[in-house]
């Protein structure tokens, strides 16, 4: 089925973005994944959420490593920009495309084994410089494409489908992106839309490094009695700290909640989330906070899902290094190499 191509005609009355879009613009190829998989799900999420949002395709960067996870860039926003790279380092392929062009949206797609085992480097270091990202994990706990062994964030305790136990621990990498200091955290479910739709368009629009993961059930190895990854087991389990509403800055807030229930975050473009909280006690601006809350539910056994944590003066990798506001890879020859004056200059600063 690899070589059946997308049909490319459509009904031509689909509902259309204010930019004349219809959501077969963000579509990529048929998936080549399992019937059922969760990323699949993931992949619907991300081609509503540009919809919704009127991105431009041509506007997007796609990047992703290796792995089940990886290869879903495939099958979404068929006209943007996209990289495949090698297992584990997609963090820096796409921190250097960002340091080069600074105008895209950039999207990197992992997975747990991508991201928490070979790439925890990477993904440790792309988080920590705060590089302007929108960072996704599909997190299944088993390596898919070599038969499901446990990846590094399955749970301790959990049962493999040939009936093995798991004695290591998990690494949770919500927990590691809040104190790496990531400036938006957010995990979710694959099998939530209503959530995960609002997650992704807030974290596009966010400037800085945000990160999601999201339990994403893998239907061939990882979706039996006794994985805490499987879609009955998070259903069941799933500790929503809020239910979220996107809002974009160019559409009029309207809020129907009663008084109280609704706290709006500005984020740094100006653009909003109406956050409804359920949790009357969480305040979403403290990161210590986030952590111990997450602490506090796994230990009963719950996966906590929403926004966790966001920053309100975020700021991303190129305001640390205070980088001109043209994409480099714009600039001409007198502006890279401004003369040997200059050089003196800075020559003589550091005797």
Known sequence: MTYIAKPKFHHPDLPKNELGYTHRDYEGSVSTLCAGCGHDSITAAIIQSCFELAIEPHRVAKISGIGCSSKTPTYFLGNSHGFNSVHGRMPSVLTGANLANRDLIYLGVSGDGDSASIGLGQFAHCLRRGVNMVYIVENNGVYGLTKGQFSATADRGSKSKRGVINTDNSIDLVAMALQLGASFVARSFSGDKHQLVPVIKAAIAHKGAA???????????????????????????????????????????????????????EQHDGSKIALRKLAADYDLHDRTAALGFLQH?????????GLLYVEKESEDLHAHLRTVDAPLNALNAPELCPGQSALDKINASLR
């Open 211 to 265: 990160f999601i993961d999201v339990i994403s059930p893998c239907i061939a190895f990882n979706n039996h009695a006794g994985s805490t990854k499987s879609f009955d087991f998070v259903r069941e389990h799933n500790e929503s700290v809020n239910r979220l509403d996107f809002i974009s800055s160019r559409m009029p807030i309207e809020v129907k909640q009663e008084p109280g229930t609704v706290e709006i975050v």
């Open 297 to 305: 539910h796994a230990a009963k056994g719950q996966i906590v899902t």
